[in-house]
């Protein structure tokens, strides 16, 4: 068993999973990423203009597709889709603005209110 906690919650205009733009082609929709208050220091070093990879839960993805029709028929795993039996996504996002321990993005694709398991630094 494995258990993890949500850090936060983002909030987008995103209502609906069919809304989401597809593989981060919309990085224009901007959002915030509301932390507890408790991983406020977490967040030491990052600033506006860096960018975040975003580890999050697609809570209304479909957990039990395991192949993609409109894709020809490709299985889940070799895709970026978040309907999947484990729905954890990666988003990355540019920071716009920070305010304690909430943070304003922009290239956000999740649903609003999907909870936020992590967040990292991405490679050079």
Do not use: C
């Amino acid at each position: 068993m494995i258990e993890l906690s949500p850090i936060g919650r983002v909030r987008t205009p995103i209502t609906a999973t069919s809304e989401a733009p597809r593989q981060g082609s919309n990085d224009d929709i901007e959002g915030t990423i509301e932390l507890e208050s408790e991983y406020e220091a977490g967040l030491a070093g990052i600033e506006a203009g860096d960018s975040l990879i975003v580890v999050w839960f697609a809570h209304e993805a479909d957990r039990t597709l395991l192949r993609l029709d409109r894709i020809e028929g490709r299985g889940v795993f070799a895709s970026r889709s978040p309907a999947r039996p484990n729905p954890i996504v990666l988003t990355t996002v540019e920071v716009l603005a920070m305010d304690g321990s909430t943070l304003t993005v922009r290239g956000v694709d999740m649903v609003d209110k999907s909870p936020v398991l992590d967040l990292k630094v991405p490679l050079d």
